[in-house]
């Protein structure tokens, strides 16, 4: 059984910056993908940022030039550069990981970010 623990969400000004941390742990594996997602009341969890153990990453378009996405394959865990924030990046967000790419995911237990003056 995969776990997963996140760390870095909080709240920040307009314009300011944070970094999320998920550390995955139970598998023994290197992960095949390793992902943040987020979600807002009434709305559906959509993607952010994606990246397999190979390298290649996946952003929303909303976040790109602005959200980095990188991994440390070795500790199994994924990081979260969150910069130039705005309001509307204010969300619960989840880490989620694959052990094989034809796998399930498996989910964190969410990390609040506000983005508020």
């Known amino acids: 059984q995969v776990q997963l623990v996140e760390s870095g969400g909080g709240l920040v000004q307009p314009g300011g910056s944070l970094r999320l941390s998920c550390a995955a742990s139970g598998s023994g594996l290197s992960m095949y993908a390793m992902g943040w997602y987020r979600q807002t009341p009434g709305k559906q969890r959509e993607l952010v940022a994606s990246?397999?153990?190979?390298?290649?990453?996946s952003y929303a378009d909303s976040v790109k030039g602005r959200f980095t996405i990188s991994r440390e394959n070795a500790k199994n865990t994924v990081f979260l550069q969150m910069n130039s924030l705005k309001p509307e990046d204010t969300a619960v967000y989840y880490c989620?990981?694959?052990?094989?790419?034809?796998?399930?995911?498996?989910w964190g237990q969410g990390t609040q970010v506000i983005v508020s003056s």
């Open positions: 990246k397999t153990r190979g390298g290649s990453t």
């Open positions: 989620n990981v694959q052990v094989y790419s034809n796998g399930p995911g498996y």
